[in-house]
T-cell receptor, first 113, second 112 residues
Framework: EAQVTQNPRYLITVTGKKLTVTCSQNMNHEYMSWYRQDPGLGLRQIYYSMNVEVTDKGDVPEGYKVSRKEKRNFPLILESPSPNQTSLYFC????????????FGQGTRLTVV | GNSVTQMEGPVTLSEEAFLTINCTYTATGYPSLFWYVQYPGEGLQLLLKATKADDKGSNKGFEATYRKETTSFHLEKGSVQVSDSAVYFCALSETDDYKLSFGAGTTVTVRA
């Protein structure tokens, strides 16, 4: 089954404690990205990756890092989380062909206290 | 830059009512347009799409027509069911870009 898998689904952490949210896709997609979803703002892109070892900033990259060492994995790293990073996070993947469907993970609900 | 403006929610309807969610966009080129749906506790999934002017996307009884002259892509369904309760997102991507730009989302609740 084609899917994007994120872990964990829920996470409560304290300010400043480094964390990683994992994302893995089994569709051999080139393009992967991270979004955060906040009420009234829709989804905003944090980072994206066109392929292995190729990453770039999206619209709201401050406070986040990513890596793409393998094609299937695209972890999101918060080196020093702050309360304003409390949000719902989605990983997505697409093929290298434009105008195709994006597949989304089930989301990670992060709370930073 | 690109932007998508959606009708404010929440929207509450009775079963079998007609649903319209307005979506307008601003883009520099000729974007592809999408509607994504998010059911409670789940990720987004594609509902329908249109890649050029006058195209009509349709799926599960939902329809949307790409109107270049009015820069709109309104979502419609003639008779909603309780199972259509979800958050609906309008989105676009430019022809030379993989990035999706999303609207704020519209929460729809259908009551039996």
């Amino acid at each position: 089954e084609a899917q994007v898998t994120q872990n964990p689904r829920y996470l409560i952490t304290v300010t400043g404690k480094k964390l990683t949210v994992t994302c893995s896709q089994n569709m051999n997609h080139e393009y992967m990205s991270w979004y955060r979803q906040d009420p009234g703002l829709g989804l905003r892109q944090i980072y994206y990756s066109m392929n292995v070892e190729v990453t770039d900033k999206g619209d709201v990259p401050e406070g986040y890092k990513v890596s793409r060492k393998e094609k299937r994995n695209f972890p999101l790293i918060l080196e020093s989380p702050s309360p304003n990073q409390t949000s719902l996070y989605f990983c997505a993947s697409r093929t290298g062909v434009l105008n195709t469907e994006a597949f989304f993970g089930q989301g990670t609900r992060l709370t930073v206290v | 830059g690109n932007s998508v403006t959606q009708m404010e929610g929440p929207v509450t309807l009775s079963e079998e009512a007609f649903l319209t969610i307005n979506c307008t966009y601003t883009a520099t080129g000729y974007p592809s347009l999408f509607w994504y749906v998010q059911y409670p506790g789940e990720g987004l999934q594609l509902l329908l799409k249109a890649t050029k002017a006058d195209d009509k996307g349709s799926n599960k009884g939902f329809e949307a027509t790409y109107r270049k002259e009015t820069t709109s892509f309104h979502l419609e369904k003639g008779s909603v069911q309780v199972s259509d309760s979800a958050v609906y997102f309008c989105a676009l991507s430019e022809t030379d870009d993989y990035k999706l730009s999303f609207g704020a989302g519209t929460t729809v609740t259908v009551r039996a």
